[in-house]
């Protein structure tokens, strides 16, 4: 049913995936599934944003996120599941959208954590805007 899963994690936030990574690993387990972890690193390149970063500051930022998910990937997933490492820059939930639709994955589980406003205690305002913009199967993990 399933040949790609997208997990997207924030590595400084665990509760944006303490819940979701167990139900991917099963999934991806029960289907023979990839996973597909995301990291949505802000966009420094904006004009507005950017001339207050050193040039380089963006591939350095990339460096960084790239060593810490494969990290994260070491030691959260086993090795029998099959884990790509993805980095998108953006905002989040466009950012996720574009890298399911990039990587034609079958799903996407994620993991609803803020609880700021009303709507936010719902679902989460990335989960919210994922699942109401995209066409692909999301799995809200509370």
């Given at each position: 049913?399933?040949?790609?899963?997208?997990?997207?994690?924030?590595?400084?936030?665990?509760?944006?995936?303490?819940?979701?990574?167990?139900?991917?690993?099963?999934?991806?387990?029960?289907?023979?599934?990839?996973?597909?972890?995301?990291?949505?690193?802000?966009?420094?390149?904006?004009?507005?944003?950017?001339?207050?970063?050193?040039?380089?500051?963006?591939?350095?930022?990339?460096?960084?996120?790239?060593?810490?998910?494969?990290?994260?990937?070491?030691?959260?997933?086993?090795?029998?599941?099959?884990?790509?490492?993805?980095?998108?820059?953006?905002?989040?939930?466009?950012?996720?959208?574009?890298?399911?639709?990039?990587?034609?994955?079958?799903?996407?589980?994620?993991?609803?954590?803020?609880?700021?406003?009303?709507?936010?205690?719902?679902?989460?305002?990335?989960?919210?805007?994922v699942v109401h913009h995209t066409k692909m199967s999301v799995m809200i993990v509370r």
């Amino acid at each position: 049913m399933y040949n790609k899963i997208l997990l997207p994690v924030d590595l400084n936030e665990e509760s944006s995936w303490e819940k979701a990574l167990p139900t991917a690993l099963t999934l991806c387990r029960s289907f023979g599934a990839s996973l597909h972890v995301v990291t949505v690193l802000p966009d420094y390149r904006m004009p507005l944003v950017g001339s207050y970063f050193p040039k380089d500051f963006a591939k350095k930022a990339h460096e960084a996120i790239s060593e810490a998910q494969h990290a994260f990937i070491k030691e959260n997933v086993p090795e029998d599941i099959q884990a790509q490492s993805v980095i998108v820059d953006g905002s989040p939930w466009e950012a996720i959208i574009k890298a399911a639709k990039k990587l034609e994955v079958d799903l996407i589980v994620m993991a609803s954590h803020n609880k700021r406003k009303f709507a936010d205690y719902v679902l989460g305002p990335n989960a919210e805007h994922v699942v109401h913009h995209t066409k692909m199967s999301v799995m809200i993990v509370r």
